[in-house]
Structure formats: structure tokens, C-alpha cells
């Protein structure tokens, strides 16, 4: 008797053209498209030329965007935005989203209909995983995003899938930004005891409170943990912001109910607090309690776990008629263009200008290794942005903490890490 397939493997089942997969087949899926980011394309040119190779496979199915370095902040930097433009137009890539014309390349293809469920495509860069969010699998190449140039694909070995059931409504002014902090800090204490690396997490129970951006927010954080593919079955409402804005038909998969799991684990999340991400990485996670108080020098809202525009509404709320505290800088990216223009129509864009942040255009923001908006030693962040690494804001003696977008905007006003519930009653 055939056993049934989980989401994931029944969308690598489709692309490699199979009937059915396995954990640990090997295959070679063909993608809907293929996306590389600015950062890597230097590097992918210098290679493909070096092995004469000045023709891509299927240059109609590449996504080349540039949202790493928006901002060009030093010669350099727009040496390299020369670079990529002349690579797009040597190899004829079919979409180039340069500087001002899409966004973060894990946000704006789910927003504009490219990425839509049941998808499947090749990325370079590790937060693919957040295609889940839309019931779609991105597959991480990282520097050998060249060889899918080359080729049109690559093999894959079909990953092992886990099963987290959430249950419970979560508590106002706690996100699903605050759920991927608590399943990190789970795997600390043992209650979350398997082997994330090169697993798929296939998230089930009360998701239907989740949104795009929430789902995207929690699509995020097990990266981090090691996961290589993050899955949301799509819901009725997820399916009809697809439909709305899809480029091509699209057909949404869903696991089988005799589908078969590594691990199968219940998370109760109905009395969960803020969560704060303290400097020694997503698992040191803890109640936003045990760590208020702690003073902060800098504020970044935005990055690919929340950067779409629910995640800056919920911000606004705390912000509005309100100012940053002294001596706190704060920065804010959007994750798309389209999200930018919707803020400015809105008055979003204002609330923020009004409290006294820095606004960047859309992209990563200081998220890739502070191209923008530096720390210097000793000096404290708290963020949306994906991990709190050494040096990914600047020194490697500053410290990153993370918070959802409701608890950066909090600590922006306090000035230190802030429980976001405690600014949320109304002002007199």
C-alpha cells in the first residue's frame, strides 16, 4: 500500500515530474523560476565565466533582485550595482528587479503574484523558506546558485518533514513573530527535542488567525534552528489574495492525511507572552519580562520576517503621536516597493516620520551585515530583523536582541526593551 505525501514532497513530486517521492530520493525538480540576490550575482558571473559559460540554461525563468545594497553607501558598493546590471543584461535574464523596482526578494514575488502555492523554485539565499508562507517550497543553493544558472536545475534530495500543531488564539499584542522565538526557545529546554537540520516544518492546528505576514513571520525563524523549508497549508483567505494577484494558474497542494512525519508535536501558544531573541541566538529567547529594562541605542524595523505591511500598521499603532526616545535611532525598510507607496497613500509613512525614525527604502535595510545604519561597540539593537549574529548590524560587540514589530516600537518609545502591552491602553 502507497502511503500518502506531506505538502513539500508532493510539490518536489510535481516538479521533478513523479508520480510520488520519498524522504531521501534524489531528484531534479524543474523550478517555476530561479532567483538570485545582488549579493551573490558577482560572484556567480566570475564562475560561469571562468568555466566559459556566457549563456544561461533558462535566463526566462531568472529573478535577479537587488535588495541587499539599495542604498550604495561607499564607490564600491555601486561598482558592484554595475556589475549585476551588466550581468542581467549579458545573460538576458527574464525579470531584474533592480534598485527602486520590487523590493525584498522574500516578500515582493508573494505580493505581486509571481510566487504563488504549489510552486516550487531555486533561491541563493537561506530565508526562502519563507515561500511557505504562501503555501509554496523555495530551495536554497547559496553559492551554487550557479550551477541552476547553468544548468536549469540541480539535484535535491527530498527532506524529511516535521509536523508542529499549534493550538490556541494568541493574546492580543503577541504575533507569530513571538511564536517562532518560543519554538526556538523550546528546542533549548528540550520540549522541542528533534533535529531541525534539513527538515521541513509543516505547520498545522489554529493557523487560520494567521495572515500572509504572519505566516511569513513564522516562516522566518527555524531557518535559524536549521530547517531547510517552512510549510503553511494555505487557507481560504491565503488562496484569495493568490487568485488576486496571480501572473499564471497555479494549483495550491495539501499533505495527505495518511502522509508520514519524522516528528509530530503540539505547541500550546494561547498563553504566550512577548518574546524577546537575546543576543546568544533565537534559542536564548525569553518572556519580553526577563529582559525590559535594558537600554537600547538602536531600532531597525523591517527585514524579511517583518517587512510587509500589516507588520508597520501594527508598529504605527504604538507610535502614533508618539516620539522615539532620546538618544535611540530608529530605521525603517518596508519590504516592497508597492508596500512603501500603499504607507505614503495611507499616512503611514508619516507616523513614522513623526516619532522621528529613518526611513529606507524598500529592501534588507541595516539586515545585511549594516550597510546602513551601523552599531558601534557596546552599543544595543532590538529588531525584526532574521538572527541576532555578531556583526551582522556592524561591531561585533554590540548586541542584537529581537522582538515582533509591536515590541521594537514599544522599546523605540521606552528607549529600552519594552513590553508592548503596557503602551497599548489608551493615551489620556
Given at each position: 500500500m502507497t502511503m500518502?505525501?506531506?505538502?513539500?514532497?508532493?510539490?518536489?513530486?510535481?516538479?521533478?515530474?513523479?508520480?510520488?517521492?520519498?524522504?531521501?530520493?534524489?531528484?531534479?525538480?524543474?523550478?517555476?523560476?530561479?532567483?538570485?540576490?545582488?549579493?551573490?550575482?558577482?560572484?556567480?558571473?566570475?564562475?560561469l565565466d571562468a568555466l566559459g559559460i556566457d549563456r544561461l540554461a533558462t535566463p526566462e525563468k531568472v529573478v535577479m533582485v537587488t535588495d541587499h545594497e539599495v542604498l550604495y553607501g561607499s564607490a564600491r558598493a555601486a561598482e558592484f550595482g554595475v556589475?549585476?546590471?551588466?550581468?542581467?543584461?549579458?545573460?538576458?535574464?527574464?525579470?531584474?528587479?533592480?534598485?527602486?523596482?520590487?523590493?525584498?526578494?522574500?516578500?515582493?514575488?508573494?505580493?505581486?503574484?509571481?510566487?504563488?502555492p504549489g510552486m516550487f523554485y531555486f533561491d541563493n539565499d537561506?530565508?526562502?523558506?519563507?515561500?511557505?508562507?504562501?503555501?509554496?517550497?523555495?530551495?536554497?543553493?547559496?553559492?551554487?546558485?550557479?550551477?541552476?544558472?547553468?544548468?536549469?536545475?540541480?539535484?535535491?534530495?527530498?527532506?524529511?518533514?516535521?509536523?508542529?500543531?499549534?493550538?490556541?488564539?494568541?493574546?492580543?499584542h503577541v504575533y507569530a513573530r513571538d511564536v517562532g522565538f518560543y519554538l526556538a526557545r523550546l528546542t533549548r529546554d528540550g520540549t522541542l527535542d528533534f533535529d531541525f537540520d534539513y527538515r521541513v516544518v509543516e505547520f498545522a492546528g489554529d493557523i487560520e488567525q494567521f495572515g500572509l505576514n504572519e505566516r511569513a513571520a513564522l516562516c522566518n525563524s527555524p531557518t535559524e534552528l536549521g530547517a531547510y523549508g517552512v510549510f503553511f497549508p494555505p487557507s481560504q483567505a491565503i488562496l484569495a489574495f493568490a487568485k488576486k494577484r496571480a501572473q499564471r494558474t497555479f494549483t495550491p497542494v495539501y499533505a495527505d492525511a495518511d502522509a508520514a512525519y519524522e516528528h509530530e508535536v503540539t505547541v500550546d501558544i494561547g498563553r504566550l507572552e512577548p518574546q524577546v531573541a537575546r543576543p546568544d541566538g533565537i534559542q536564548t529567547s525569553v518572556d519580553v519580562g526577563e529582559a525590559a529594562g535594558q537600554p537600547v541605542d538602536h531600532v531597525f524595523l523591517g527585514a524579511c520576517g517583518s517587512g510587509m505591511y500589516e507588520d508597520f500598521v501594527a508598529a504605527a499603532a504604538f507610535l502614533k503621536e508618539r516620539r522615539i526616545a532620546p538618544g535611540v535611532r530608529m530605521f525603517v525598510a518596508p519590504?516592497?516597493?508597492?508596500?512603501?507607496?500603499r504607507m505614503a497613500a495611507e499616512g503611514l509613512l508619516n507616523v513614522f516620520v513623526q516619532a522621528g525614525a529613518i526611513l529606507l527604502p524598500a529592501g534588507c535595510g541595516p539586515c545585511n551585515d549594516a550597510v546602513v545604519g551601523p552599531l558601534h561597540d557596546g552599543e544595543v539593537s532590538i529588531s525584526t530583523a532574521s538572527n541576532t549574529n555578531a556583526g551582522r548590524f556592524g561591531s561585533k560587540q554590540a548586541k542584537l536582541y529581537l522582538g515582533s514589530p509591536a515590541t521594537v516600537a514599544a522599546s523605540a518609545i521606552a528607549g529600552v526593551i519594552a513590553d508592548p502591552r503596557a503602551f497599548a491602553q489608551p493615551r489620556r
Open positions: 500518502g505525501m506531506t505538502a513539500v514532497e508532493k510539490v518536489l513530486a510535481r516538479a521533478a515530474g513523479r508520480a510520488s517521492v520519498r524522504p531521501g530520493d534524489v531528484v531534479h525538480p524543474v523550478p517555476d523560476f530561479i532567483m538570485i540576490h545582488d549579493g551573490l550575482v558577482r560572484g556567480a558571473k566570475r564562475e556589475i549585476n546590471r551588466n550581468a542581467a543584461k549579458a545573460w538576458g535574464v527574464g525579470q531584474f528587479f533592480d534598485v527602486g523596482r520590487g523590493g525584498h526578494g522574500h516578500i515582493f514575488p508573494m505580493e505581486s503574484g509571481m510566487l504563488l537561506r530565508h526562502s523558506t519563507n515561500a511557505g508562507a504562501i503555501g509554496a517550497f523555495g530551495f536554497r543553493m547559496g553559492a551554487e546558485i550557479s550551477r541552476v544558472l547553468a544548468t536549469g536545475t540541480n539535484w535535491v534530495s527530498v527532506p524529511r518533514s516535521v509536523r508542529i500543531t499549534l493550538q490556541g488564539e494568541l493574546e492580543p519590504g516592497t516597493e508597492q508596500t512603501t507607496r
